[in-house]
């Protein structure tokens, strides 16, 4: 099971490393913000950017709003179980 993981890995790897270049590829040289076939649609969303609160220099900085805020504002995150898998 173990090699099996392990070809499938570095197919997938393989493959992602394709895909990157293909998307670059794309957005280096396209003229539209669509291309589509039979098979495939393929849109570009253009570059953006958006202001987010550092909430890590507020708790260092003002540890007592960070609390405040913390008890307004809490958010939980939940992350699922996974299988970990590093090739050699």
Known sequence: MLE????????????EAQLKAINEEILNNADNLELEDDH???S???ESSYKTLDMTKVKNK????????????PKEVSRKA???????
Request: net charge positive; aromatic share 10%.
């Open 4 to 15: 099996l993981l392990y070809e499938l890995t570095l197919k997938k790897k393989a493959i």
């Open 62 to 73: 003002e540890p007592e709003l960070y609390n405040e805020l913390l008890d307004v504002y």
């Open 40 to 42: 495939i649609k393929v």
């Open 82 to 88: 996974y299988v970990k898998v590093k090739i050699k």
């Open 44 to 46: 570009i969303i253009p």
